[in-house]
């Protein structure tokens, strides 16, 4: 059984460890929330990607339009111009001119009808990437709001639990207080019992000297320490 003024400890001890609780989850909420936002970034972007593939194939196929139109409009010319020459020689040459045009004419048609396939294809990667997107990015905007939401109410509770460490203190001697305060500073716990002679903190063995102010058997009224990790220490029975 602890001594009075130790059970006052544990008391702040307690609050302390809610307090610090509190203020690691308010800490953590804006960086789960940069989190939720990378991850809308990333759906917006893969959003993106799908977008800029089908504008790129429609850019083409806007591409090989005008070839093509360039190419038939050089057919008909040399065709015109073939209906009108008299010379053997000059007729064969156009007719090449006729055949090469009509060829490439052939090749820009293959390359436009393949990337109409593509784009078709990428019409609905992109429809269908867009919807299951969309509703990611909805949900993790649900994700933020959650825990903006959560973020508000830490803030309450953590002020409600700040109230209560400072009443908890008050009770304490300034002695007291310094000890704790420079215990803490290491990290919580604070006071931990001693089981089978050994330190509830660091789980060392105490001295005698120490076992025994922990029984409350000192002569100055000092609060005992463990000899290894310094914290305060309390007999368990």
């Given at each position: 059984m602890p001594a009075p003024v130790l059970e006052k400890v544990l008391i702040l001890q307690e609050r302390d460890a809610k307090r610090l609780g509190l203020e690691a989850q308010l800490k953590a909420v804006p960086r789960d929330i940069l989190a939720v936002e990378q991850k809308i970034a990333a759906e917006q972007a893969a959003i993106d990607g799908a977008r800029q593939e089908l504008m790129s194939l429609e850019t083409k196929k806007k591409l090989l339009e005008t070839e093509i139109g360039s190419a038939e409009s050089k057919l008909a010319k040399y065709r015109?111009?073939?209906?009108?020459?008299?010379?053997?020689?000059?007729?064969?040459?156009?007719?090449?001119e006729i055949d090469t045009t009509t060829g490439s004419i052939g090749g820009l048609e293959e390359q436009e009808l393949?990337?109409?396939?593509?784009?078709?294809?990428?019409?609905?990667?992109?429809?269908?990437a867009e919807a299951e997107l969309k509703a990611n990015i909805t949900g993790h905007?649900?994700?933020?709001?959650?825990?903006?939401?959560?973020?508000?109410?830490?803030?309450?509770?953590?002020?409600?639990?700040?109230g209560e460490v400072a009443a908890a203190r008050q009770?304490?001697?300034?002695?007291?207080?310094?000890?704790?305060?420079?215990?803490?500073?290491?990290?919580?716990?604070?006071?931990?019992p001693i089981r089978g002679g050994k330190c509830g903190g660091c789980h060392l063995k105490v001295s005698n000297e120490v076992e025994s102010g922990a029984r409350g058997k000192t002569s100055d009224g000092r609060l005992a320490t463990c000899d290894q990790c310094g914290r305060l220490v309390y007999w368990e029975s």
């Open positions: 015109t111009q073939q209906s009108q020459v008299r010379k053997n020689d000059e007729y064969q040459a156009l007719g090449h393949e990337v109409m396939y593509g784009i078709d294809e990428a019409k609905k990667r992109f429809a269908a905007e649900g994700r933020i709001r959650t825990l903006r939401e959560r973020e508000t109410s830490l803030a309450a509770e953590l002020q409600v639990v700040q009770p304490l001697g300034e002695p007291e207080l310094r000890q704790y305060d420079r215990i803490a500073g290491r990290g919580l716990p604070v006071c931990v």
